[in-house]
T-cell receptor, first 115, second 115 residues
Framework: AQKITQTQPGMFVQEKEAVTLDCTYD???????LFWYKQPSSGEMIFLIY????DQQNATEGRYSLNFQKARKSANLVISASQLGDSAMYFC????????????WGLGTSLAVNP | ETGVTQTPRHLVMGMTNKKSLKCEQH?????MYWYKQSAKKPLELMFV???????ENNSVPSRFSPECPNSSHLFLHLHTLQPEDSALYLC??????????????FGPGTRLLVL
């Protein structure tokens, strides 16, 4: 079964420190894409970063990087130099050829950045 | 206006009311989506439109009726809803060419409360 698992319901981090949000996925399809989104309390789902299953290098976007461990089926999000504005829900999602157009979502991790 | 917009942002309706949610995207995309986000549940895909044609109806009750008059606009018509339909309704869009890789961009959502 295709599934996304985020095992950390809530996380705390001190401002300016780095934090890792965990995501594991399950699929038998060799071609898939992994996404991370941020959802502040306002509700909008904001795209952060994408990793394709055939990408040779880990994706990076500014302070966001994706630690892609294909053999372990994990795609952890690393946020460096945390800021107060990073406090939000973070969702991991997957799409693949066998599930065309359907993003499979995790339950999310709530991140709180402390000053 | 840029990105994906949704109106209204908040809506309270009785079970006998009829209302509509509106979504507009300014990204030149061809695919549009409706999602439902309830507490403690993963995001649920409701409908997908690609080039104005409905390509996905994820077993959504008929009290939800989508309409896509063109690639930039998407509506969700609501009638005789139930209290359990109270949720955040998110609209998204994507290019609509290669669904395995393309990113979905979301609007701010409509928070719906059914009394």
């Amino acid at each position: 079964a295709q599934k996304i698992t985020q095992t950390q319901p809530g996380m705390f981090v001190q401002e300016k420190e780095a934090v890792t949000l965990d995501c594991t996925y399950d699929t038998s399809d060799p071609s898939y894409g992994l996404f991370w989104y941020k959802q502040p309390s306002s509700g909008e789902m904001i795209f952060l970063i994408y990793q394709g299953s055939y990408d040779q290098q880990n994706a990076t976007e500014g302070r966001y990087s994706l630690n892609f461990q294909k053999a372990r089926k994990s795609a952890n999000l690393v946020i460096s130099a945390s800021q107060l504005g990073d406090s939000a829900m973070y969702f991991c999602a997957m799409i693949n050829a066998g599930n065309n157009r359907k993003l499979i979502w995790g339950l999310g991790t709530s991140l709180a950045v402390n000053p | 206006e840029t990105g994906v917009t949704q109106t209204p942002r908040h809506l309270v309706m009785g079970m006998t009311n009829k209302k509509s949610l509106k979504c507009e995207q300014h990204l030149g995309h061809n695919a549009m989506y409706w999602y439902k986000q309830s507490a403690k549940k993963p995001l649920e895909l409701m409908f997908v439109y690609n080039f104005k044609e409905q390509t996905e109806n994820n077993s959504v009750p008929s009290r939800f009726s989508p309409e896509c008059p063109n690639s930039s606009h998407l509506f969700l018509h609501l009638h005789t809803l139930q209290p359990e339909d109270s949720a955040l309704y998110l609209c998204a869009s994507s290019q609509g060419q290669n669904f395995n890789q393309e990113t979905q961009y979301f609007g701010p959502g409509t928070r719906l409360l059914v009394l």
